[in-house]
Structures are given as C-alpha cells and as structure tokens.
C-alpha cells in the first residue's frame, strides 16, 4: 500500500502507541507501511518500512476455502440472518473438533491473529471445556486432531504450542494438575519435549479472566515477537482490549522455533476444542492472521543522500512572474564534500541515486504595508525538461508570510527540484534581507527509500 492511502490527520496525543486497522486487505498478500508524525505544518522523516504478509482473512465462514475441518468440526448458520460461523464442537457430549490452515505459515519472527469467539449454550455444570489457537509442528500436518473433554481437544498433538480458552475446572484426576479455575487463558508449551496435555505447573503461564462461556462475542488477540540483542521473545495474549493502547492479560517468554523444532520457522496453525460429559457450542466467528514479510532483526540505516536544508539570499520576487527561488548556502548536507547543491546553479537541489525523495520550500516575505492577492509556491521536478510541478500552496499576503509545502516522488540519479514562487500582487516584493532572516528561503531534498 502506498504512503498516500494511509489516513492522514490521526490525533495520537497522549498515547504511546496506536492500532491502524486496514480493512481492505487480501490473503497471500504482502502489504508494506511507514508512518511519519505532523505537528502543524512540520513532518518527521517517514518510519523505517514495515511489511506483513496477510496469510489468513475470514470475516465470516460462508467461504472456507484454504480450511481443513476434523472431528466434528463443521461450519454452522446459526440463523437466517446471522453469517455461518466455524462451529469446532456441538453442545452434546464427548466431542472433539480442530480447523487448520491448509498450508504451513511463517511463525517464527512476527505474528499477529486476531479472531471473535462465542460459547454457549452451556450445558450441565457451566459448560465445558473450551477451545484453543493452536501452533504445531505434528507430522500429520492439516489431519492433525487431539484429545477431547479435559484435553480441549489439543492433548496429544506433538510439537506443538496451544493457547487455551478454558472453560471448566477440572479435577486433577484429568489434567494432571488442577485447573486455577472455571474461566482462564493458558499458554501450554509441548514442543520438542513430548505431546501438549493440559497441564497448569507454572503460574507464569495462565490467568484467570472473566466468564468465557457467558454466550456473548468476545475478541482474542494472540502477538508473537522473536527474541532481539540476547532478550527472549514473546508470545502475548489480549482478551476483549483490542484498541489504541492493548494491554496484555498474559505474557510468555518462550523462542516458538526452537521450542517447535521448526524448519523454516514454519508451522500448522488453527483451532482445537473439546466437550466431556459436560459440554457447550465452541464458535469462531471470524479470523484474521498476519506474519512478517521482511525481517526486522537489522532496522536499515537512516537515508544518507539529499541535502536537508539550503538557505537563500534576499531576493525580488516580479509580478506575474514564475520565480525559482535560488541559494546561497548549503547546511546539513547528509553526504559532505558530495553537493547536491552548487553555486553554479543555485536554484536546484540535485539527486544524487535513485530512489523515493522527499522534497519542500518555504520563503518569507519582506514585511510590507498590506497586499490583496495569491501567492503559489510549487515543488517541481526536472532533469533536462520538466517532468511535473508536484505541490502547489495558495496563501493570502498580508505582511510576512511563511509558506511550507512538500511532496514525495521518485527521482532518477541526476534530476533535481526547484522552489518556484508565483504571485499576482500588482507589483513586486521581496524576500528577506539575509541579514534580517538567517533561513529566508529554505529548500530540501531528502532520500527516503529505494
């Protein structure tokens, strides 16, 4: 997705960290995003580029094609009016149902799946015993199935990781240790070590949560980052906070391809649940997952071409006339003792590679008694003849005035911008003496990306 698609004007003040939600994505597709803040008129340099392969896209279950249904999982209308859901067990007894995606995908840097829940009608004693998002490297690939009842229906699937949605306190006659409740999340780790079961031996792992089975909507969020610089990586859990600040209700500290033994740093991922001699509806409503398209372990370093900024000298600005505004001096010039401005030629600033470039201007005015008119001031691009006039701000004049404006394009290694200035103000006017304004007249040409 290009820069210009993204939402412009998004007040973050106050937050440290804010959720884009693009809604117009497809599967089997890499979309790559930057982002850079505006305080007034001023922006920051765009962000490093962060791209994500969306692998998984349901907004509901009417198409499951991709799906590999076990046991009894099945997909399910629940009325005439409600889109069918991914149904994993029936509310009756003894059930076992799992979905999987019907190809591995990368989960071993940066994942992220977010998906709406429903369980109900409970059954005898609450209902029972709750689902889990699974992540295994079990050699029966997309048939993979586990272990109703107590075993939610992940218990014996090798090399594999199960964060569970659990739903019934079980006895410890059943999983080995007593559940820490009716209603928690658990991140259960099999790996390499054996088959998952549904122990609950390290408190680190589990939580207790509001009710699950209460027969409501409810939205899981599951985030994996690998380990960077010598720190673990980490597996977080989010439940009903989807927004501007998430917050997790559980956090693992856990490497998923070496814990997996992965190869690839692939693995299955879908869902598993199971009923017992109590029991209850386990519904997935939607379903979304999205992976690293690139590697974020080595950010790329800052741009290092263009100039930043160039200063101009004092000068007339004729009515009617299309002035390109020159400079005389060249400051913070990322690449010394390689110009990309030169006196010879004050009003361009020059490219020097390839690449995407940002580019503005601004000039202050001579203050002057009160003036009607426009004035237009354009970014425009060239390299022999021009190519296209980029940006144009149209500004009453008063007295001093202040003008800012930019534009991002690609430029080819050798083509240049200048800051053309047009007015209609019945007669002409001036910059600024330099003596009167350090930074009169301002241009800059910045490399952002290849």
């Not at 004049?397 to 209609?424: K, L, P, Q, R």
Request: glycine share 12%; proline share 6%; with cysteine.
């Amino acid at each position: 997705i290009s820069w210009s698609e993204l939402p412009p004007l998004i007040d973050i003040a106050g937050t440290t960290s804010y959720s884009y939600l693009d809604e117009q994505v497809q599967p089997n597709t890499e979309y790559c995003y930057r982002a850079r803040i505006q305080v007034e008129s001023n922006y920051s340099p765009y962000s490093n580029e962060v791209c994500v392969k969306v692998a998984i896209r349901y907004p509901n279950f009417a198409i499951t094609s991709g799906l590999q249904l076990v046991g009894s999982a099945q997909v399910y209308t629940p009325s005439l009016d409600s889109p069918p859901v991914l149904r994993l067990t029936q509310p009756i007894m003894a059930q076992a149902g799992a979905a999987w995606y019907h190809k591995p995908l990368t989960v071993s840097d940066h994942f992220e799946t977010v998906f709406d829940f429903r369980l109900s009608p409970p059954g005898r004693n609450g209902g029972a015993d709750g689902f889990a998002f699974v992540i295994h490297n079990d050699p029966r690939g997309s048939l993979t199935s586990g272990n109703g009842g107590c075993g939610v229906g992940y218990q014996s699937i090798e090399n594999g990781l199960a964060i569970e949605f659990d739903t019934f306190q079980n006895p410890p006659y059943c999983e080995y240790v007593t559940d820490p409740s009716s209603s928690h999340v658990g991140v259960q780790i099999g790996g390499t070590q054996g088959p998952l079961s549904p122990r609950h031996e390290d408190p680190h792992r589990y939580t207790n949560t509001i009710k699950l089975a209460d027969g409501n909507v409810h939205t899981a969020k599951i985030s994996y980052e690998a380990g960077r610089d010598g720190q673990p990586g980490q597996l977080k859990v989010y439940l009903d906070q989807i927004g501007i600040q998430d917050t997790p209700i559980l956090t693992v500290d856990i490497d998923i391809s070496e814990t997996l033994g992965l190869s690839g740093g692939t693995a299955w991922v879908g869902f598993t649940a199971g009923t017992g001699t109590t029991f209850e509806a386990h519904d997935i409503l939607n379903w979304y997952m999205a992976y690293d398209g690139t590697s974020t372990s080595t950010p790329p370093p800052p741009p290092t071409i263009g100039c930043r900024v160039a200063k101009g000298a004092s000068q007339a600005l004729g009515n009617g006339q299309v002035t390109a505004l020159a400079f005389d001096t060249q400051i913070n010039d990322t690449t010394p003792g390689d110009n990309c401005w030169t006196p010879a030629e004050p009003s361009r600033l020059y490219a020097r590679e390839s690449g995407y470039y940002l580019a503005g201007g601004a000039v202050t005015l001579k203050s002057a008694n009160s003036r009607s008119g426009r004035l237009i001031v354009i970014v425009r691009r060239g390299g022999g003849g021009w190519i296209q006039a980029q940006t144009a701000h149209m500004h009453a004049v008063d007295d001093s005035i202040y003008s800012v404006m930019g534009g991002m394009f690609h430029m080819n290694a050798g083509e240049y911008i200048e800051i053309v200035v047009y007015h209609m103000l019945g007669d002409g006017i001036q910059t600024y003496q330099s003596g009167g304004c350090e930074h009169c007249i301002n241009g800059w040409l910045m490399k952002i990306g290849d």
